[in-house]
């Protein structure tokens, strides 16, 4: 079973930028989609990056222009540069495959506040 361990969260003002890292314990990056999803107190998770085997990415409307998903297959490790936050990216940042049919990580916090 892959197991996913996020990091990389933290406090951040408004406009502030942080990098979150998704670690796998197997080489699943390049076989199958893997997204970013979030979850907000209160709220659904939510799907807000992806990344293909083939490498496209796709982003929803929320994070688009600000947020990039990457990947390093080597490391067996998936990225997502987060930039120009705002205060309604404060959530816990999970990465999972697309569509999420592995178990969750415990996700990484990320809150943006002044």
């Known amino acids: 079973q892959v197991q996913f361990v996020e990091s990389g969260g933290g406090l951040v003002q408004p406009g502030g930028s942080l990098r979150l890292s998704c670690a796998a314990s197997g080489s699943i990056f390049n076989v199958y989609a893997i997204g970013w999803y979030r979850q907000a107190p209160g709220k659904t998770r939510e799907l807000v990056a992806t990344i293909t085997s083939g490498g496209r990415t796709n982003y929803a409307d929320s994070v688009k222009g600000r947020f990039t998903i990457s990947r390093d297959d080597d490391k067996n490790t998936v990225y997502v540069q987060m930039n120009s936050l705002k205060p309604e990216d404060t959530a816990d940042y999970f990465c999972?495959?697309?569509?999420?049919?592995?178990?969750w990580g415990q996700g990484t916090q990320v809150t943006v506040s002044s």
């Open positions: 999972n495959r697309v569509p999420a049919v592995l178990k």
